[in-house]
């Protein structure tokens, strides 16, 4: 089970940071995933992290804006959002799965063990 937390209310242009924690689990050997929800819309992988190298993948969208990361100890992995938009508005989702080291397939799943989310609101 996967716990984001960290979302809230901010303006055009602010910054957020999430953070996913998981129970039970050293989330170090996992690939990791964000993943964003508009209301109306799919889910959709913005920001991902593979179990090997940490290589990366971002989303078109968000490139240049947010950045996915682990904390040292293998606990927590974070979202850094700057510069946000209106658009980003949404539920965000984290996931992690074992030994895939392409980051874009992980930020292409769309089965899992989604956790509750957290809710992200960007308005002036």
């Known amino acids: 089970q996967f716990v984001e937390s960290g979302g809230g209310r901010v303006q055009p242009g602010g910054s957020m940071r999430l953070s996913c924690a998981a129970s039970g689990v050293t989330l170090d050997y996992y690939a990791v995933g964000w993943y964003h929800q508009a209301p109306g819309k799919e889910r959709e992988g913005v920001a991902c992290?593979?179990?090997?190298?940490?290589?990366?993948y971002y989303r078109d969208s968000v490139k240049g804006r947010f950045t996915i990361s682990r904390d040292n100890a293998g606990d927590t992995v974070y979202l850094q959002m700057n510069s946000l938009k209106p658009e980003d508005t949404g539920e965000y989702f984290c996931?992690?799965?074992?030994?895939?080291?392409?980051?874009?397939?992980?930020?292409?799943?769309?089965?899992?063990?989604w956790g509750q989310g957290t809710q992200v609101t960007v308005s002036s």
């Open positions: 996931l992690a799965l074992p030994n895939i080291d392409n980051p874009y397939a992980m930020c292409i799943m769309v089965t899992g063990s």
């Open positions: 992290i593979s179990s090997g190298d940490d290589s990366t």
